[in-house]
C-alpha cells in the first residue's frame, strides 16, 4: 500500500472552480478507485476504473468525471466545486478488475472556501 | 443499495483489554468485508479481511468474524496495545458485476487504548 502514491497533498479552491486531482497505483497494479472521505465519515465510493474504462460509479453527480491513461495512473476532475466538496479524497488500488484487496493513497485534502 | 452499519461509534479500553466493533450489512449478495485501521491524518491501511466462504480468521493479535446467515461481522482485537488507537471502518463488498470491486464503509469506531 506504500506504493499508491496521490498529488497534490492538500488543495484549496474557491466555490465554482475546478480542480484535478492525480493518482498513480501500485506498481502491477491495474485498476484504480476514487473514494471521498468527508472529515468524520467513511470513504464514499465515487468511481472505480479498470483497463481506461469506468467499471463502476457511486452516487455522485455529473460534476464528478474520472479517467484511467494507459500507465494505469488516473485523474478524478470536479467541476463547478461546492462547499460541500470538502473531503479528502482518496485513491485506491488493486490488481483487477474484480480483485478484492485494496490499497489506499495518502489522499489530497480539498478545501472548498 | 448496500448499506453498513457499524457499533458503537467510540470504545474506550484499559491497555491489555480486548476491544470488539461490529458490523452488520443489508445486502445478502455481498462477498468480502475488509477492515481499515486510520490513524489521524494518515490513509486507510487495511489490517484484515475475510470472505463470505470463511467463518473466521485470525492474524496474531486481531480477529474478524462472519456470520452470513445473520449478515454481521466482527473485529475482535485481544491485548490491546496504545498503538491500536486509530478510528477502524469496516466495509462490505456487494459482489455484483455493475458495481466492479466497490466496497460501502461503515461509519467508524474510534478505539481509544488508555494506559
Known amino acids: 500500500d506504500a506504493g499508491v502514491t496521490q498529488s497534490p497533498t492538500h488543495l484549496i479552491k474557491t466555490r465554482g472552480q475546478q480542480v484535478t486531482l492525480r493518482c498513480s497505483p501500485i506498481s502491477g497494479h491495474k485498476s484504480v478507485s476514487w473514494y471521498q472521505q468527508v472529515l468524520g465519515q467513511g470513504p464514499q465510493f465515487i468511481f472505480q476504473?479498470?483497463?481506461?474504462?469506468?467499471?463502476g460509479r457511486g452516487n455522485f453527480p455529473d460534476r464528478f468525471s474520472a479517467r484511467q491513461f494507459p500507465n494505469y495512473s488516473s485523474e478524478l476532475n470536479v467541476n463547478a466545486l461546492l462547499l460541500g466538496d470538502s473531503a479528502l479524497y482518496l485513491c485506491?488500488?488493486?490488481?483487477?478488475?474484480?480483485?478484492?484487496?485494496?490499497?489506499f493513497g495518502p489522499g489530497t485534502r480539498l478545501t472548498v472556501t | 443499495g448496500e448499506n453498513v452499519e457499524q457499533h458503537p461509534s467510540t470504545l474506550s479500553v484499559q491497555e491489555g483489554d480486548s476491544a470488539v466493533i461490529k458490523c452488520t450489512y443489508s445486502?445478502?449478495?455481498?462477498?468480502?468485508f475488509p477492515w481499515y485501521k486510520q490513524e489521524l491524518g494518515k490513509r486507510p491501511q487495511l489490517i484484515i479481511d475475510i470472505r463470505s466462504n470463511v467463518g473466521e480468521k485470525k492474524d496474531q493479535r486481531i480477529a474478524v468474524t462472519l456470520n452470513k446467515t445473520a449478515k454481521h461481522f466482527s473485529l475482535h482485537i485481544t491485548e490491546t496495545q496504545p498503538e491500536d488507537s486509530a478510528v477502524y471502518f469496516c466495509a462490505a463488498s456487494p459482489g455484483k458485476l455493475k458495481y466492479g470491486n466497490k466496497l460501502v464503509f461503515g461509519a467508524g469506531t474510534i478505539l481509544r487504548v488508555k494506559s
Open positions: 445486502d445478502s449478495a455481498s462477498n468480502y
Open positions: 485506491a488500488s488493486s490488481p483487477g478488475q474484480y480483485s478484492y484487496e485494496q490499497y
Open positions: 476504473y479498470y483497463e481506461k474504462e469506468e467499471r
